[in-house]
């Protein structure tokens, strides 16, 4: 496997292991729980969804020729009128992640060389896809983050639960120590 191989593959990875922290998050809450926040001023899980997903469709649409920044995209709006239904939510997120992967397959050894604009600046593929990913891994970082604060004592681990390392550690080497 060449570089670029290793790296779509790689980034395809990652974006799909986010994708999934969301999906399980989102298995854990209610309707009501994605409009909770903490203060006021806070965005509840429905805004960061939502921004998330006008980000991915403005990034993502026409990755390879249009500036990732597209004239239709309202982002100011993208924090107001959050979803109303968790189904509605899931839905946009869906059709954002859709996006992203298909456009993530478009890229190939004839145009992984090329520049891509974001707001007017050139970013190279590996620039622009990096930007993305560390975008939305901050927002499902936000998004777990509240959906814990809402669940409590309920919430129910995406990862190695607390106090739980060396049992996971023997499970996976054999031993309580990698």
């Known amino acids: ?14 974006f799909q ?3 999934t922290m969301g999906n399980k998050t989102f298995a854990q809450i ?18 960061i969804v939502k921004h998330m997903i006008g980000n991915m ?30 189904a509605e939510m899931i839905s946009a997120w869906e059709k954002g992640w859709k996006c992203l992967f298909e456009a993530l ?10 520049k891509v604009f974001i707001r007017g600046e050139e970013h190279s593929i590996i620039e622009a896809i ?14 777990v983050f509240v959906a814990k604060l809402i669940k409590g004592n309920n919430w129910k681990s995406l990862s190695i639960p607390k106090g739980e390392s060396k049992t996971f550690n023997k499970k996976m ?6």
């Open 1 to 14: 496997m060449n570089f670029q191989e290793n790296y779509l593959s790689n980034v395809k990875f990652e």
């Open 17 to 19: 292991r986010y994708k």
């Open 30 to 47: 209610s309707d009501d729980d994605i409009h909770w926040k903490y203060a006021e001023t806070d965005n509840s899980i429905a805004i």
């Open 57 to 86: 469709l403005s990034r993502w649409t026409n990755f390879l020729t249009e500036d990732g920044e597209k004239s239709w995209r309202e982002r100011d709006l993208e924090f107001e009128k959050p979803y109303i239904t968790k």
């Open 105 to 114: 397959e478009s890229i190939n050894s004839t145009n992984f060389d090329s």
């Open 130 to 143: 990096n930007r993305q990913l560390a975008h939305y891994a901050s927002h499902v970082g936000q998004i």
């Open 173 to 178: 080497f054999g031993t309580d120590k990698p």
